[in-house]
Each structure stands twice: as structure tokens, then as C-alpha cells.
């Protein structure tokens, strides 16, 4: 309904998203993922006393020597009894100075579907790799994916230094070829990639909340406080005012009618001059509200409420934009995607249903250009198919028109995921390319 309270300001970070971290983890099998996070909850003090008492009894159970740590993120039986982790196990937590949402995901090849499916929201990601072995095959795999999905923030925790008597120069020698690594995806995904290191001990905790009494040559944060202190808020595109329309409010008996929606780019004022796509009608923004309170403005992802000055036709899957930076309606386009379905591969000629922000249509796969070969970083051509866990470039052709930004330039309406209209499985998800 709408109020009569006059707008009120906030707190620069209460409308956006740097009060709250999204991260996930990343790195070969066995490097410590689980056991990280477990040691991060439990030395936060973000776990509860039955929940350490479960994993006690476990631990015992299983003949270990400790309390397995990684038991508090392995939920499912089947990784507990293997010691892997196969789903993406989410948790959320917070500290006086930030909360979080963090995606353990799992480290084995044919599990790359799972790890694009938490990496894929995250605006940070750690990469963790044994010390004893340095970059494997999968680190770099994993590094890779999290810049193609457009993660900028890196942090590259040396885990198990406590096996390798916390030597620097174990720690540097890792931290040299993962810069190199780091430089190599700044040239090919044309991407700022911010990396930081800090040599840990998950096993023991050296340097994940509380400072290593071990590893003095090392003068930085710990883990903890970089997740705290990593400044994200200009990650999201706050250029192109965004408003995808998910619901229309029109209460019974009254004149209101607001556009509700999550803010997919730019900062939304009222007064802003906006257009309505697919019909281009135009108009401003009367008020930005939630909850029926007018708020100055809003940026992503915040949830808002949206009127406009004027009564025009707007209905869910319409966009409401920047008249000065409104995108173009796209038919046809290249992505990068990962299929994801066990049941087919991906061919030309394939048809399937797209779901691009709030918008519906039905696509077809006119061509596809390349696999890529996330471990060198280079276009494989031989192959006419995308199997399970591929990641290929593609053309696609749509019966609708859709606004997409480039994935690149708007992680929000550059992404979107293909549907079997069969099954109603998503079966891949993708990233739109610059349209050249």
C-alpha cells in the first residue's frame, strides 16, 4: 500500500550489498575445503554445542585421533562416508562486522556442474591448495572457472603449512605460481583479478580467525579478516539502472500500482527517467519503497517496490531501465555455457526454454563454436557436442526478444539458464558474450 512517511535516508551500506559477503570455496580434492570452513564456524564461534557433540561422536566413530571439523559442512551420508564432499553445502553466518553466505563445493572433476552452481552468485572465492603439493590440475581448473563465472576477488589460502614445518619458502614458492596463474586469467578473461594469500593450517587453525603463534614472517590478516574487510561494493554494475518486473502490485480497490522486483543494475532514484521494455513506453520513477516505505534510492540486490509517474501497461518478465542506458533487444547471441544434463549432450538444432532474469522464451542452439579447455584456457573445435560438466561457446536464437546485458559488463542480466521443456530440469547455465 502506498504512505504518506516522507523518504528516509539510510546508512550508505544498508540498501546495498557490502554488508553481506557472498563466497565459495575452491581447489583440488583432499586440499582441506571442508575442514576450512568447519574450522572457520568453529573458531567464530558460529556453531552450536549439540552440533559439536554430533561430530565428536562421529569423529570418534570413525577411529580419528580429532574432531573432524569438516563433518559440520559433509552433510550428506554418502560424503561423510567417503570423506568427499559431492554437493555444494551452503551455510550462513555472521560476525559483528559482516555476514556471509559461503558454497563449499566440491573439488573432483565430474563434480564441475556442482562447483559452477555455488560459484556462480559468489563475489568472492577462496582457492585453497595443499602445501605439500602445490597447483594441481583441478586448482587450476577451479581458478579458472571463477573468473570465466566473473568472481574478481581471489583469496589463495596455502592450507596444511603444519605439514611442511610452516616454511615461507614453501608458502612463496605457491603464492610466485599462482601469480603467474592469476596473470595468465587477467589476459584471457579481460578481467581485474584481485588476489590475496595467506599461508593456514585448517587442521589446526593457524591463521583462519585467531593470528598462527608459528608462522611469524607471515604480517597479514587472517582469513577472517579479509573476508571482513574485502570491499565488493563496487562490483556490481551501478551504471545501468536494472529493474526486472517479478510481480505487479495492484491492491484491491485502490489507485496504487507498484512494480516489485529485485535491483539487477545502476542505482534507482525517484526522478529517474525510465524506459519499459519489450514496449519502450516511458516515464520516472514516482517512488522507490519497501516494505510501503520510500527509501532515496536503491542498488543491487535489494528487493524494492518501484511507481512510476505514469499508469502505462507493465507486466512480470518486462524491464524497467535507464532511458540513457537501456539495452539492446537481442534475437540471437553468442554465450559461454556448462551443460549440465546426464541424460543428453548438447547439439546444434537443439530446442530449449531460456529463463533470463524474469523473462521466458524458447531458444534454439544454431551453432556451437567451441568446448573450452579450462585447463590450458584454449577453444577446443573438434568437438560438435557439449557433454556433462563442458563449458563451450554457443549461438543461440530466441523466439522473443530479450534485453541482455554482456555478462561481463552485468553479472545479474548477463546470466541465465536453459531448460528441457521435457523434463523441467535445467540442464545448463550461461553467460551472455559481448555482442561484436
Known amino acids: 500500500m502506498p504512505t504518506t512517511n516522507p523518504p528516509q535516508s539510510a546508512p550508505a551500506n544498508a540498501y546495498g550489498a557490502s554488508d553481506l559477503l557472498r563466497f565459495s570455496t575452491a581447489g583440488s580434492v583432499d586440499d582441506g575445503k571442508s575442514t576450512l570452513i568447519g574450522r572457520l564456524l568453529y573458531d567464530a564461534k558460529q556453531t552450536f554445542d549439540d552440533q559439536v557433540e554430533a561430530i565428536e561422536r562421529t569423529s570418534k566413530a570413525r577411529g580419528d585421533a580429532y574432531v573432524d571439523l569438516a563433518l559440520l559442512t559433509d552433510g550428506l551420508r554418502a560424503e561423510r562416508e567417503q570423506g568427499i564432499t559431492i554437493d555444494v553445502a551452503y551455510r550462513y553466518f555472521q560476525t559483528p562486522r559482516r555476514k556471509f553466505i559461503l558454497a563449499d563445493t566440491p573439488g573432483h572433476v565430474q563434480y564441475t556442474r556442482n562447483m559452477v552452481t555455488g560459484a556462480s552468485t559468489a563475489d568472492l572465492a577462496l582457492i585453497l591448495v595443499d602445501a605439500r603439493h602445490g597447483l594441481m590440475e583441478q586448482t587450476r581448473r577451479h581458478a579458472s572457472l571463477a573468473t570465466l ?6 583469496v589463495l589460502c596455502v592450507n596444511k603449512m603444519d605439514l611442511v614445518d610452516y616454511q615461507q619458502a614453501v608458502f612463496d614458492r605457491i603464492v610466485t605460481d599462482f601469480q603467474e596463474l592469476a596473470a595468465k586469467l587477467r589476459t584471457t578473461h579481460e578481467r581485474e583479478i584481485d588476489v590475496r594469500t595467506v599461508p593456514i ?8 580467525v585467531d593470528r598462527s603463534d608459528t608462522m611469524h614472517w ?12 574485502v570491499d565488493i561494493a563496487r562490483d556490481n554494475n551501478l551504471e545501468d539502472g536494472r529493474l526486472p518486473v517479478q510481480l505487479v ?10 512494480y516489485a522486483g529485485v535491483v539487477a543494475g545502476g ?3 525517484p526522478g529517474d527517467a525510465v524506459t519499459v521494455l519489450p514496449s519502450g ?3 520516472t520513477i514516482r517512488t ?4 510501503g516505505v520510500p527509501i532515496a534510492s536503491a542498488r543491487p540486490p535489494l528487493s524494492v517496490t518501484v511507481t512510476l509517474a505514469d499508469d502505462l501497461d507493465i507486466s512480470r518478465g518486462d524491464l524497467i531501465c535507464h532511458s540513457a542506458s537501456r539495452p539492446e533487444p537481442r534475437r540471437e547471441f553468442d554465450a559461454m555455457i556448462c551443460w549440465m544434463s546426464e541424460a543428453a549432450t548438447l547439439t546444434p538444432g537443439r530446442k530449449l526454454a531460456i529463463k533470463h532474469t524474469t523473462r521466458n522464451a524458447r531458444v534454439v542452439v544454431d551453432a556451437i563454436m567451441h568446448r573450452l579447455d579450462v585447463n590450458t584456457l584454449a577453444p577446443d573445435p573438434s568437438l ?11 549461438r543461440l536464437r530466441s523466439s522473443a526478444a530479450l534485453f541482455p546485458d554482456a555478462y561481463k559488463r552485468n553479472r545479474a542480466t548477463g546470466s541465465f539458464i536453459l531448460v528441457d521443456e521435457a523434463t523441467s530440469n535445467t540442464v545448463a547455465a550461461g553467460m551472455v558474450l559481448p555482442n561484436h
Open 149 to 154: 563465472l566473473g568472481i574478481t576477488h581471489l
Open 201 to 208: 593450517s585448517a587442521l589446526v587453525g593457524d591463521n583462519i
Open 218 to 229: 607471515y604480517q597479514g590478516p587472517t582469513l577472517l579478516e579479509r573476508l571482513e574487510t
Open 249 to 258: 502490485i495492484r491492491p484491491v480497490g485502490s489507485d496504487y500500482r507498484g
Open 267 to 269: 542505482i534507482l532514484r
Open 281 to 283: 513506453l516511458q516515464s
Open 288 to 291: 522507490v519503497e519497501i516494505g
Open 384 to 394: 560438435p557436442a557439449l557433454a556433462l560438466n563442458d563449458i563451450g561457446r554457443v
